[in-house]
């Protein structure tokens, strides 16, 4: 014993040891002969089983000749009367999964066991013919499982009644036909029969509402036993209240009462499935609410780990939509941080900092501290942006708060937990007039020994635009310059970006910024230098305390309004010349389309001659296609050019979609057509746009596609003038007129005669979001102030009832045809409220900027407050006069 001993020592943390370990297939093949023996070895036998059952689960594949071999030694075990063997067998059985014509060796041993007199031969032989049989069988075996099912051994009746949740899946029809013996189950004493029952009832009804309804109401009046039947009644009851409570408007909720009762239930699973149901349910009052938060408080307080975890992580759901309901149950949950299960100990943590109340913050923030160093950093997340939703409910705590953020941020910890520290500091000095002197100073110390590069550039950065406006800049350009003797040659470059902004704001600092600048002429990085050299230039050269010109402050401060993709490929394309590379004539639309326009599925797009996508964008493409047709060429700049519209479905004779082109005082609808019959060639194919509910525009000209032939896309084109400068909207009808001829398909040429033929197309539309271009800006804070107040329009919306809240967002954004900016669109679950930033240039080149703030009510009513700001007055109006319609 003791060299064994000493073995387990010496091993020191390996895996543990395996029965298993090293086995082969080959061999256990060989070792399954023992199948054959005259003289069975039950215990030899189920060794070799176990063997096998392992390789399977292991992923080994047996070939077809194998696992039959297996199959027919296994059958012969049927012989023995080993009750633990016969087991084996039934298991083995099972994962060989025989084919149809190896199933009949084994039906009618399995059917003999089926009507043993031994209870466990006949649940497990239930169990395997389910399993293996196809339906002509089991019509055979039906009259058995029905017996089976109302049986009074609780086993047997339990394996019917599983065996049926599975067959559900394949022979729905024959299942069905269970349903009185299935109904006669629910009534059994036994607990674990009355659970599957009621779970088979409702998978064989779940198609039918009234009757899952009919099902619900008279369990719910009866006595359901099992506690197990019982929780996964309370989830049926869920559902149809659900379901009731949309075509339910007297305000009456079905079944609460039910679902109140057993709160009341003397086993812990159906107390806290009732709770949880209850807090689940859409719009729940706070009155309904109250008895659930009860026996979840007393939960927190149960020796149970399961049962306080259950508890917490309910409650930590609830306190995202109902914290003042929660409140009551603060010193309980103060009492789980210090928790032995880190998980429960985060939830109580996560919880507290949405209900707790101003006076208490500062003692929850002491018992955080000595917790923090126990958990993982994906919990320390979670703890942290509680923390900044606190901070930012109670802005007089910032500074208790910002302490808290400092010290952690000093502690050890990955990329992830340190740039959500970093994420909250910026977002409360943003959101805290008060909080950006200290914060700024937080960071200012991080970034003196931060071991990540994006979270320095990220703070020198935001210290560039926000440390000027301070009333001491000059204490923070120590940290900025020793960050370019200190670091790599990223943050180097940034902080010689960030010195730069000191100077162009700071007119007192600007000697002093000249002198560290024109040091970092010589550092060994060309990006480094570079930007030097251009900040010097930029900012006047001499150094001398003068105020810095507006567009100098426009051009280190102001933010581009130009994708950067956008501009990586002009500037590819540009051929030096003469003529200087022109910022304004990089397209601002953040996707571009390609001209490849999209087609029916499995054609292959081309266009009119176009160039490949990669080499230009899809708006300098579409101009030059415009303008070199006469009769478009006078139209001027093209503004925008529309995402393809399909007009047809797919796999249909003819695949035709639209592209919308907006100019100042017109609209061009560009039709993409392609052939998709081999058989025919379209000629002289026009569209004939019907613009009847589209007053405001007036037909100019058609320009038919000559010749369509098979899988070779082509293009026709109808213009529209419009007044100029007003976003004018209206519904255009379509229909597609050529000539078609047939085509010989061996030779591969046309008939000369033709057949006028027309072909109906879906209705196209001119909408208020074609006249805005999606161009995003990098700083909208900044772009918001630069724009100023004196064009601002502010005003408030009824948006009705919605589904949710995102989806009355998206509705907004879409409408409007701007783009989200900062991640704004993204609304967080259960969210009651939402702000939304949006920006975009509007037809005329006006920049236009949007901010959106969202409520939502209990009866899912959503309000709107819409302020816009933009260059000019009209277009602020006009963005209104969007929404209002």
């Given at each position: 014993m003791a060299q064994f001993v000493k073995k387990d020592d010496d091993r020191d943390e390996e895996a543990e040891y395996s029965p298993f370990l090293g086995i082969e297939k080959g061999a256990v093949l060989q070792e399954a002969r023992v199948f054959n023996d005259p003289q069975l070895d039950s215990r030899r036998c189920s060794q070799v089983i176990t063997k096998l059952l392992y390789l399977l689960n292991q992923g080994e594949t047996f070939t077809k000749v194998e696992a039959t071999e297996v199959f027919f030694a296994v059958t012969k075990l049927f012989q023995s009367k080993d009750i633990g063997l016969r087991r084996m067998v039934y298991l083995m059985i099972k994962e060989l999964s025989p084919s149809s014509d190896e199933v009949i060796i084994v039906t009618s041993s399995l059917m003999k066991d089926m009507n043993s007199k031994t209870d466990v031969y006949r649940a497990n032989a239930i169990r395997v013919l389910c399993r293996i049989t196809d339906g002509t069988l089991l019509t055979q075996i039906e009259r058995y499982l029905k017996q089976a099912i109302v049986d009074k051994n609780p086993v047997v009746a339990s394996a019917a009644l599983v065996s049926g949740i599975h067959l559900l899946q394949t022979n729905p029809e024959i299942v069905k036909r269970w349903s009185n013996e299935v109904q006669e189950a629910v009534q059994s004493r036994a607990a674990l029969v009355q659970f599957h029952a009621l779970a088979l009832l409702h998978q064989i009804r779940q198609n039918d509402r009234l009757a899952v309804s009919k099902l619900v109401t008279s369990l719910t009046r009866g006595t359901v036993r099992s506690p197990l039947a019982q929780c996964l009644l309370i989830r049926y009851t869920s559902q149809v209240i659900r379901e009731s409570s949309m075509n339910n408007q007297s305000g009456e909720r079905p079944f609460y009462d039910f679902l109140e009762g057993c709160l009341r239930h003397k086993a812990e699973m159906v107390i806290f499935e009732a709770a949880r149901a209850i807090t689940e349910l859409n719009g729940v009052t706070s009155r309904e609410l109250t008895p659930a938060i009860t026996v979840l408080q007393l939960f927190l307080s149960s020796s149970k780990p399961v049962l306080r975890f259950a508890a917490v992580r309910t409650l930590n759901k609830v306190a995202m939509t109902h914290p003042m309901a929660v409140t009551n149950c603060n010193i309980d949950m103060e009492s789980l941080i210090s928790d032995q299960n880190r998980s429960i100990a985060t939830l109580a943590i996560t919880t507290l900092l949405k209900t707790g109340n101003e006076s208490g913050v500062d003692r929850l923030m002491k018992q955080i501290t000595n917790f923090m160093s126990d958990i993982a950093d994906e919990f320390k997340i979670v703890?942290?942006?509680?923390?900044?939703?606190?901070?930012?409910?109670?802005?007089?705590?910032?500074?208790?708060?910002?302490?808290?953020?400092?010290?952690?941020?000093?502690?050890?910890?990955?990329?992830?937990?340190?740039?959500?520290?970093?994420?909250?500091?910026?977002?409360?000095?943003?959101?805290?007039?008060?909080?950006?002197?200290?914060?700024?100073?937080?960071?200012?110390?991080?970034?003196?020994?931060?071991?990540f590069t994006y979270l320095s550039t990220q703070i020198l950065h935001f210290l560039g635009v926000e440390g000027p406006k301070t009333s001491d800049p000059s204490k923070y350009i120590r940290y900025i310059y020793n960050r370019v003797i200190l670091e790599n040659a990223t943050v180097r470059a940034s902080a010689v970006s960030t010195l730069a902004k000191f100077g162009a704001?700071?007119?007192?600092?600007?000697?002093?910024?000249?002198?560290?600048?024109?040091?970092?002429?010589?550092?060994?990085?060309?990006?480094?230098?570079?930007?030097?050299?251009?900040?010097?230039?930029?900012?006047?050269?001499?150094?001398?305390?003068?105020?810095?010109?507006?567009?100098?402050?426009?051009?280190?401060?102001?933010?581009?309004?130009?994708?950067?993709?956008?501009?990586?490929?002009?500037?590819?394309?540009?051929?030096?010349?003469?003529?200087?590379?022109?910022?304004?004539?990089?397209?601002?639309?953040?996707?571009?389309?390609?001209?490849?326009?999209?087609?029916?599925?499995?054609?292959?797009?081309?266009?009119?001659?176009?160039?490949?996508?990669?080499?230009?964008?899809?708006?300098?493409?579409?101009?030059?296609?415009?303008?070199?047709?006469?009769?478009?060429?006078?139209?001027?700049?093209?503004?925008?050019?529309?995402?393809?519209?399909?007009?047809?479905?797919?796999?249909?004779?003819?695949?035709?979609?639209?592209?919308?082109?907006?100019?100042?005082?017109?609209?061009?609808?560009?039709?993409?057509?392609?052939?998709?019959?081999?058989?025919?060639?379209?000629?002289?194919?026009?569209?004939?746009?019907?613009?009847?509910?589209?007053?405001?525009?007036?037909?100019?000209?058609?320009?038919?596609?000559?010749?369509?032939?098979?899988?070779?896309?082509?293009?026709?084109?109808?213009?529209?003038?419009?007044?100029?400068?007003?976003?004018a909207v209206g519904r255009f009808s379509n229909v597609l007129k050529f000539i078609v001829k047939e085509v010989d398909p061996s030779t591969g040429e046309a008939e000369d005669d033709g057949v006028e033929d027309e072909y109906q197309l879906e209705d196209s539309e001119i909408v208020a979001a074609d006249y805005m271009l999606k161009v995003g800006v990098s700083n909208f804070r900044n772009a918001w102030e630069s724009l100023g107040p004196d064009f601002e329009r502010v005003d408030e919306y009824g948006l009705g009832p919605r589904e949710s809240l995102s989806e009355a967002v998206n509705a907004v954004i879409n409408l409007l045809g701007m783009q989200p900016c900062e991640g704004t669109e993204v609304v967080a679950a259960n969210s009651r409220s939402h702000a939304c930033l949006l920006s975009g240039v509007y037809i005329g080149n006006v920049k236009v900027l949007v901010r959106l703030s969202f409520g939502v009510d209990s009866a899912k009513e959503v309000a709107m407050k819409l302020a816009v700001r933009s260059e000019d007055e009209s277009v602020s109006d006009a963005i209104h006069e969007i929404v209002a319609n």
């Open positions: 703890v942290v942006d509680a923390i900044r939703s606190l901070c930012l409910k109670f802005p007089l705590k910032y500074r208790t708060l910002m302490n808290f953020l400092s010290n952690i941020l000093r502690e050890e910890g990955g990329f992830e937990y340190k740039k959500a520290i970093v994420d909250s500091i910026v977002i409360l000095i943003r959101d805290i007039p008060d909080a950006k002197e200290s914060g700024l100073l937080h960071l200012c110390e991080f970034i003196e020994d931060c071991e704001m700071v007119d007192s600092l600007k000697p002093r910024i000249f002198v560290l600048l024109r040091r970092c002429l010589y550092d060994n990085d060309d990006e480094v230098r570079d930007r030097a050299t251009l900040y010097l230039n930029t900012l006047g050269g001499d150094g001398s305390v003068v105020e810095t010109d507006k567009d100098v402050k426009e051009f280190l401060f102001g933010s581009l309004d130009i994708p950067l993709v956008n501009l990586e490929t002009s500037l590819q394309n540009y051929e030096p010349t003469e003529e200087p590379f022109d910022i304004s004539s990089v397209p601002r639309e953040v996707k571009s389309q390609p001209l490849a326009e999209k087609k029916a599925a499995g054609k292959k797009p081309t266009a009119l001659g176009a160039p490949p996508a990669s080499l230009t964008s899809a708006v300098d493409t579409y101009e030059k296609l415009l303008s070199s047709i006469p009769e478009f060429s006078t139209f001027g700049q093209l503004f925008k050019s529309s995402a393809p519209v399909e007009l047809t479905e797919a796999e249909t004779e003819y695949a035709v979609n639209v592209v919308k082109h907006i100019f100042d005082r017109h609209v061009v609808f560009q039709y993409n057509c392609t052939n998709t019959i081999p058989e025919q060639l379209l000629e002289n194919v026009i569209v004939v746009v019907d613009a009847s509910e589209a007053e405001e525009f007036a037909e100019l000209a058609t320009i038919p596609l000559k010749a369509l032939p098979y899988d070779t896309p082509g293009q026709t084109f109808v213009a529209f003038e419009k007044p100029e400068g007003v976003p």
